[in-house]
């Protein structure tokens, strides 16, 4: 009898360890897991590429760059014939890189820029990267407005599409806010139902037609320290105030009712229009060095099915 009941007690351990294991209970953030990761020789070889949101730098996303490998490079587009790169040549495999669509001069991108603009310069720089590295194509992790820009490199041709294996936005207004202040470009192009957002869409779902694998992943955020922030409310946001993100803009095509509830806080794979889907409760800027972020990281490198991810603890 005694001995039965402890089978059963270890059955039971296994299986509650196992849930663990296959929700990430794991410290994504630690240099260790990521030695580990690359170390199995599953992660794909593309340059990984951190892209900054509005009114921000390549540092937003340093201390996540670096949880994955200090030995990070990065790129500023500094005029229309002119980028910035400290590429040495020494590596081209596993490389990271940080980028940045602003130039050095804040009046005139305040004035003057819009995402069209931003998603012509990362295409130059995504090239860029291409040839120094020699590789065909890269992969994108984009926060905020940057997810926005990515997406509008991507569906500006199909040579551009092909050229990502996948893209994670992380807090990225799909959808556009429902506050947006539209004296600049940008933030004209922010605005939920905007000319930038509505043709974005249009060619995405194009794209997205021709190619069967779901490459894009999303990670969207409820500041639960907020107590309106409801997580039945589709206008819950990622902090307090007007123009921060809702979860149903960034998690999008009303996928944000199937992340939420009893699936809060755990990654689904291959749902109805994304590789990789998570909600999670942090603020616009704990997004930027989050458990749930390094996540979808660890999923942009892989090339697994569903069930060998299961299997293969994340």
């Not at 014939?81 to 991108?109: A, F, Q, V």
């Not at 004296?183 to 974005?200: A, H, I, M, P, R």
């Amino acid at each position: 009898m005694f001995k039965r009941v402890f089978l059963i007690f270890i059955a039971l351990l296994m299986l509650f360890s196992n849930n663990l294991l296959a929700q990430g209970d794991y410290d994504y953030s630690s240099k260790k897991f990521w030695q580990e990761l690359y170390s199995k020789n599953k992660v794909v070889d593309y340059p990984l590429i951190f892209i900054h949101g509005i009114g921000a730098n390549i540092d937003y996303w340093k201390q996540s760059m670096e949880a994955i490998n200090p030995d990070y490079y990065e790129m500023r587009f500094i005029a229309e014939d002119k980028i910035y790169h400290n590429y040495d040549g020494k590596k081209k495999d596993y490389t990271i890189w940080g980028i940045s669509y602003y130039t050095l001069n804040p009046m005139e991108e305040a004035f003057r820029g819009n995402l069209d603009l931003y998603a012509l310069r990362v295409e130059k720089m995504v090239n860029l990267i291409k040839d120094l590295t020699g590789k065909d194509k890269v992969i994108i992790v984009a926060h905020s407005m940057g997810g926005l820009v990515s997406r509008r490199y991507m569906t500006l041709s199909q040579n551009n599409w092909d050229s990502v294996h996948k893209i994670l936005t992380v807090g990225t207004p799909n959808e556009g806010v429902k506050t947006s202040v539209e004296l600049v470009g940008q933030l004209v192009d922010l605005k939920e139902g905007s000319l930038f957002l509505n043709k974005l869409n249009k060619d995405w779902q194009k794209l997205s037609l021709d190619n069967s694998a779901k490459l894009w992943g999303v990670v969207g955020g409820i500041d639960k320290s907020m107590p309106f922030n409801l997580e039945t409310d589709p206008d819950a946001t990622d902090s307090a105030g007007a123009g921060f993100v809702s979860i149903a803009s960034s998690i999008p095509y009303g996928e944000w009712k199937s992340a939420v509830g009893d699936n809060f806080n755990i990654s689904y794979f291959d749902t109805p229009n994304f590789g990789f889907r998570l909600a999670v409760d942090a603020t616009h800027m704990e997004l930027l060095f989050h458990q749930g972020t390094f996540r979808g990281i660890a999923w942009t490198l892989t090339n697994f099915t569903a069930i060998e991810r299961s299997r293969e603890e994340f």
